[in-house]
């Protein structure tokens, strides 16, 4: 695969299409038995409580994958990330209420860094009920 978004075509502030993903109970399930992290704040209401969290919370991996799908739909090529990174700052809390949560992702071209590698820092922002739970939402990416 390639990039399918031209270096030459973006500009600073260029926005990339936002998106929403929903996080249910089974999603975490479905997370936990994929990525092996089967920490009981992930699905177990009682015991998220009893540490202090105010229901069961999305896998930082998990809200931080979702959140670069914003960046691979828009480029067409998941290869075309060269660098990604964030800081957790507050957690997706997902409540066993049949609707659970919902991540809401925006990104912008913040930087074209470098026209020979044709490379742009896109800025991602990723909240759920209404918090900013990414902070520093970062991705590096090579254009066609």
Request: charged share 20%; hydrophobic share 45%.
């Amino acid at each position: 695969m390639t990039a399918k978004i031209s270096y030459a075509d973006v500009e600073v502030g260029t926005e990339l299409p936002a998106q929403t993903f929903p996080v249910t109970r089974a999603t975490l399930v479905q997370y936990a038995g994929a990525s092996g992290d089967f920490n009981p704040i992930h699905w177990n209401e009682k015991f998220a409580k009893e540490v202090g969290l105010p229901d069961v919370i999305g896998h930082g991996m998990f809200t931080m994958a979702e959140a670069i799908r914003v960046v691979t739909d828009w480029v067409g090529d998941p290869g075309a990330v060269v660098e990604y990174g964030v800081r957790f700052t507050k957690p997706v809390v997902v409540p066993d209420d049949g609707q659970g949560a919902t991540i809401e992702v925006s990104g912008k071209v913040a930087v074209k860094l470098d026209d020979h590698e044709r490379t742009v820092r896109v800025d991602l922002t990723a909240t759920s009920a209404g918090q900013k739970v990414l902070g520093m939402s970062r991705a590096v990416v090579r254009l066609a």
